[in-house]
């Protein structure tokens, strides 16, 4: 029985996905690509912009062609679109079950199920917390990193975002049971560990934050480093900036910034000013002076002059982003900022994306010039050709042809090329 999934979305998406191939995989299904030779499809959804939602009915549509010539197929749709949009869902004959994000992790169980009983519905469980948090990607033999969520959900009321319609109040992983995790995946070989989540900067288990669960994993064992993923500003604790001294904690930043402009940020219902973003930024430079800070922001919010997108500029200039995802702003049903007056034309945004990304372009090989001649710290995950790539702890991609280079091992590399058509990568030797 062939089974594939089809994943849109975030990291936190992809990981639970691998969790989803792996549980699979060992119950003894052959998990494929090839949507078209698939018995059963499990489309991991994604609802964050419209974009996302146009790209998920696009792919919606596209299996229905599929599945009308192979009737058998069994479409199982899961993620925050299944959850905020299901009655949607339920119009299209092709999807034979919706899974909501709570019992996302039993549709390995769901499907054998279905095979061995002939039965597709969904879970009998009385819905438990953990179930949140009952993924594992620790049987995936051959990589050099591995996610760990530690919290789900979300408590702000960001006036742009669907996020807490499709992943529910905040919840965080028991802080005994984060560490009895971490340190199996660190046995079991892993080099990079990604603590993910949806605001990872939120994660309270009775009191302990999550300085308290870095400051305790940085005590582990072994050759490793921590890699945090996308953060809060307002949320962050200067004091985990600390544990990037010894290099156990990546010297990098994944900061949510979403607009430079207090104006802006006031409008998005966030707490934190332009100030506060830049003084996060210099602290960080001043315990490591070559962290590497990527970001996200959104261009053309309901109410962004040319005033206040010329403050994000500044902002984001200041930081000195390395790297940063740029988008458009997009409507979402039921938010406060979808019915906002003075809503932005699609050319202005379309402009101002292009600005910010050619001013990240600017910012990056800047950034990269510090590595120049110098050595950097990588570890080399794949072989394409003759060509060894990984990632450096601060987050650039390092492309070298010393294949001597070990797999899934900390190598030093020279910098000899700043590889000026790729943002985010060197090449070394």
Do not use: W
């Not at 299904?29 to 996302?52: G, L, M, P, R, W």
């Not at 261009?299 to 740029?326: K, N, Q, S, Y």
């Amino acid at each position: 029985m062939k089974v594939a999934i089809v994943t849109h979305g975030c990291k936190l998406n992809q990981y639970e996905s691998f969790s989803m191939m792996g549980k699979l995989s060992q119950k003894g299904y052959f998990v494929t690509e090839d949507i078209k030779e698939a018995d059963i499809v499990v489309f991991n959804s994604c609802t964050v912009t419209d974009n996302a939602d146009k790209k998920a009915f696009r792919f919606i549509r596209s299996l229905e062609k599929i599945k009308k010539l192979k009737n058998d197929m069994i479409f199982i749709i899961t993620g925050c679109l299944a959850q905020t949009d299901a009655d949607k869902l339920r119009k299209f004959d092709s999807i034979d079950l919706i899974v909501d994000n709570r019992f996302k992790s039993k549709i390995p169980e769901i499907v054998d199920e279905y095979v061995k009983l002939g039965v597709l519905k969904g879970s009998d469980a009385t819905y438990n917390i953990s179930y949140r948090f009952d993924f594992d990607i620790s049987n995936f033999e051959g990589r050099t990193r591995s996610f760990l969520k530690i919290q789900d959900g979300c408590n702000r009321s960001c006036s742009f975002c669907k996020v807490p319609f499709a992943r529910g109040k905040s919840v965080s992983l028991e802080f005994d049971e984060v560490i009895k995790r971490f340190k199996a995946l660190i046995e079991r070989g892993y080099k990079e560990i990604v603590i993910t989540g949806v605001n990872i900067t939120n994660y309270n288990s009775n009191g302990l934050k999550l300085k308290d669960l870095i400051k305790e994993m940085v005590k582990v064992n072994g050759e490793f480093r921590i890699r945090l993923s996308s953060i809060m500003p307002d949320e962050f604790d200067y004091g985990i900036l600390e544990f990037m001294k010894d290099g156990k904690l990546a010297p990098h930043l994944h900061i949510s910034i979403q607009s430079g402009s207090d104006y802006i940020i006031k409008l998005m219902r966030r707490s934190y000013t332009s100030s506060s973003l830049i003084k996060l930024s210099d602290k960080a430079r001043k315990v490591r002076d070559d962290v590497g800070l990527s970001g996200d922001v959104i261009v053309g919010f309901p109410g962004e002059m040319d005033e206040h997108f010329e403050e994000t500029i500044r902002t984001v200039a200041e930081m000195g982003f390395f790297r940063l995802h740029v988008f458009p702003f997009s409507p979402r049903k039921g938010t406060a900022a979808s019915v906002m007056p003075n809503q932005v034309p699609d050319d202005v945004k379309k402009e101002r994306e292009k600005i910010l990304l050619s001013l990240t372009k600017e910012l990056s090989l800047n950034f990269k010039k510090k590595f120049l001649n110098n050595y950097i710290r990588f570890i080399p995950e794949r072989i394409r050709g003759s060509k060894v790539i990984g990632y450096s702890d601060n987050y650039l991609k390092v492309i070298s042809n010393n294949t001597n280079l070990k797999h899934n091992h900390f190598e030093y590399v020279k910098v000899i090329d700043l590889n000026p058509n790729d943002m985010t990568s060197v090449i070394a030797v």
